[in-house]
C-alpha cells in the first residue's frame, strides 16, 4: 500500500538519524532515534482506519470480503483461490489485513468448499488471530474442507454450524444466516450450498451470497432478502442473478467478484445487462481493483482501488 505523509516524514527522519549516528554525533542517542523512527515508519504505513466498512477484496477469479462493524469487530468472508505457486490469501488477503491494521478477526465465514473460495484461508489461519470458524450445515466432506477443519482443532479455534434463521453475535451490527436451511437436500450442488448472510446496521445492509445458483435464488426470492448492497452470486455467472431473485434483493449497489482477462471469468454480459435495466449501479474487481464501501453523512461511499491510486480503468470497466 502507499506511504501516509507521516510514514515518509518518519521514514526520511530514520535516515537522518542513522546518518548523524555515522559521524559521531552524540553516537549513543541517534541509532536509539533511528529504531524509534523506523517502528513509527511501520505504525504509520497506512491511515488506521476506524469506520465500519465493507472491502471486497480483489482475489482475481474467486471471492473474499471483509466487513468491520461500527464498532470494530471483524469478519473475513473467504479467503480466494490457491493453485500452484499463488496463494491469494498470503498473496493479497493478508497484505490487506495488515495494511488495514487488522490482527483478529472475530469470525472467517467459509461460504462452501470451492477452491477458489477456500484456498487461501489456510495462510490466514496460520497468521491471524481467529475468533470462530463459520461453516454452514452440509459441504463437509470435500478434501479441502476437511484439511481447513484439521487446522482449525490444531489451532483451537471454535467452529460454528450454522443454518438459515441463526444470528451472529457481531456488535452493533446484525448478522443473519438466510440459506441454506438445515432441511435443505445434501445431494443439491456445492453452489447451492453456499452460506448466505445478510448484514446490516443502520443506513447499510448487505446480501453476501458465495455462489448460490438457480434453486437456492428461488428459495431465498420467497424470502425478505431486501439489502441495500448485492454481492452477485457465482461471480456474475449466468447460472445465477435469475430476475426473481434480483427484484426480491432490489439492490442499489451491485459488487461482481471476478476474474480479469486470461483468467476463467465466468461473468456474463447479458448478467450485466440485467443489473443495467434496473439502475441497480454495479461495480467490477475486475475493472476496478478491490472495492471499500463506507457509510458517509452524504450516503454510501464506493471506493475502487484503481481509481484511488490514479490507475486507468480497463475498457468496459463499470
Not at 489461519?125 to 487446522?151: C, K, R, T, W, Y
Not at 424470502?223 to 452477485?232: F, S
Amino acid at each position: 500500500s502507499t506511504p501516509t505523509l507521516w510514514a515518509i516524514v518518519a521514514y526520511d527522519g530514520a535516515i537522518a538519524c542513522f546518518l548523524a549516528g555515522l559521524l559521531r554525533w552524540r553516537k549513543r542517542l541517534w541509532p536509539y532515534a533511528a529504531v524509534v523512527c523506523l517502528a513509527a515508519t511501520i505504525i504509520l504505513w497506512t491511515p488506521w482506519r476506524t469506520d465500519a466498512e465493507i472491502t471486497f477484496i480483489d482475489v482475481g477469479q474467486g471471492d473474499s470480503a471483509f466487513v468491520r462493524a461500527p464498532n470494530g469487530e471483524t469478519m473475513l468472508i473467504d479467503g480466494g483461490d490457491r493453485y500452484g505457486l499463488s496463494d491469494m490469501g498470503q498473496r493479497v488477503v493478508a497484505p490487506f489485513l495488515w495494511g488495514n491494521h487488522t490482527r483478529r478477526l472475530d469470525y472467517v465465514i467459509v461460504t462452501h468448499s470451492d477452491r477458489d473460495h477456500i484456498g487461501g484461508l489456510p495462510y490466514v489461519l496460520d497468521h491471524f488471530s481467529v475468533g470462530a470458524l463459520v461453516v454452514g450445515p452440509g459441504d463437509q466432506d470435500a478434501e479441502l474442507m476437511i484439511a481447513l477443519l484439521e487446522q482449525c482443532a490444531g489451532l483451537q479455534i471454535p467452529i460454528l454450524r450454522v443454518k438459515a434463521g441463526d444470528k451472529l453475535k457481531f456488535g452493533s451490527a446484525t448478522v443473519e444466516v438466510v440459506h441454506p436451511p438445515g432441511d435443505w437436500p445434501a445431494h443439491s450442488s456445492d453452489n447451492d450450498q453456499s452460506v448466505t448472510l445478510r448484514v446490516s446496521w443502520p443506513g447499510l445492509s448487505a446480501l453476501l451470497t458465495g455462489d448460490i445458483e438457480s434453486d437456492a435464488e428461488a428459495r431465498l426470492a420467497q424470502e425478505d432478502i431486501q439489502a441495500t448492497i448485492l454481492k452477485v452470486p457465482h461471480h456474475g455467472s449466468k447460472t445465477s442473478s435469475s430476475v426473481p431473485f434480483v427484484e426480491s434483493v432490489d439492490p442499489k449497489i451491485a459488487v461482481f467478484s471476478t476474474g480479469r482477462a486470461g483468467q476463467r471469468s465466468v461473468l456474463g454480459e447479458e448478467v450485466l445487462q440485467r443489473y443495467r435495466e434496473r439502475n441497480i449501479l454495479s461495480y467490477r474487481t475486475d475493472t476496478l481493483g478491490g472495492i471499500r464501501i463506507t457509510q458517509t453523512p452524504g450516503g454510501l461511499l464506493v471506493e475502487g482501488a484503481r481509481q484511488q491510486r490514479g490507475y486507468p480503468i480497463p475498457p468496459g470497466g463499470e
